[in-house]
């Protein structure tokens, strides 16, 4: 059973930057949508940002978009699937536990950011801002 683990959480003031990083237990051969959502205490689970492994086509939302880059990175050597989110000019709207979540061997399509469409998913890393 794959796992995905994410780290680089932290807390950081206004203005400030951090990468988060999701890493799958063991290398899955294809191409895959990856993607990071983020839910703060309250409110709905919602996608940030998404990519399709191998193409490196990436999908934003309206709040991530010039602020954040999504990445992958998927080499066989490493025996592990990748996908890190780099977060610039931190608001303080953007506290919230983010998660990392795959579907296996598909498409981002325009569904990318419904959670139902992922059945991967990580344990979270904690985001604060200040």
């Known amino acids: 059973h794959v796992q995905l683990v994410e780290s680089g959480g932290g807390s950081v003031q206004a203005g400030g930057s951090l990468r988060l990083s999701c890493i799958s237990s063991?290398?899955?051969?294809?191409?895959?949508?990856m993607a990071w959502f983020r839910q703060a205490p309250g409110k709905e689970r919602e996608g940030v940002a998404a990519i399709r492994t191998g193409s490196a086509t990436t999908q934003y939302a309206d709040s991530a978009k010039g602020r954040f880059t999504i990445t992958a990175d998927t080499p066989k050597s490493s025996g592990r699937t990748a996908a890190y989110l780099q977060l610039n000019s931190l608001k303080p709207e953007g506290s919230a536990m983010y998660y990392c979540?795959?579907?296996?061997?598909?498409?981002?399509?325009?569904?990318?950011?419904?959670?139902?469409?992922?059945?991967?998913w990580g344990q979270g890393t904690q985001v604060t801002v200040s």
């Open positions: 979540a795959v579907d296996w061997g598909s498409l981002c399509g325009g569904d990318w950011y419904r959670p139902s469409k992922y059945n991967y």
């Open positions: 063991e290398y899955v051969y294809g191409s895959h949508c």
